[in-house]
């Protein structure tokens, strides 16, 4: 079982546009780290690089999904992927 330093709202983190990634300050005075492909990916575990401390991002995983994601329709008999 993964222990957390704390549970912490994705509203409460700053995105940066460059980077793709949400950070939120560390108390080692680094900052924990999640990319926006993880969180796509269902991921909420933001970790920070410089110490062993971990939190769970609270977040609506249906805010984040991939637009990109293929979709199947059926028409006329025919199943056409999108």
């Known amino acids: ?13 700053e995105f940066n546009e460059d980077e793709q990634m949400y950070t939120y300050p560390c108390p080692c005075g680094d ?3 999640i990319y ?3 969180l796509k990916d269902g991921e909420d575990v933001a ?3 410089s110490c062993s401390l971990l939190i769970r ?3 609506d995983p ?5 637009e990109d994601e293929a979709s ?3 028409v006329e008999g025919t ?3 999108v």
């Open 47 to 49: 970790r920070c690089p």
């Open 31 to 33: 900052k924990f780290v």
């Open 57 to 59: 991002v609270i977040y």
């Open 79 to 81: 199943a056409i992927i």
């Open 1 to 13: 079982m993964t222990s957390f330093y704390d549970e912490i709202e994705i509203e409460d983190m």
């Open 62 to 66: 249906d805010e984040f999904a991939d």
């Open 72 to 74: 199947t329709f059926q």
């Open 36 to 38: 926006l492909d993880d």
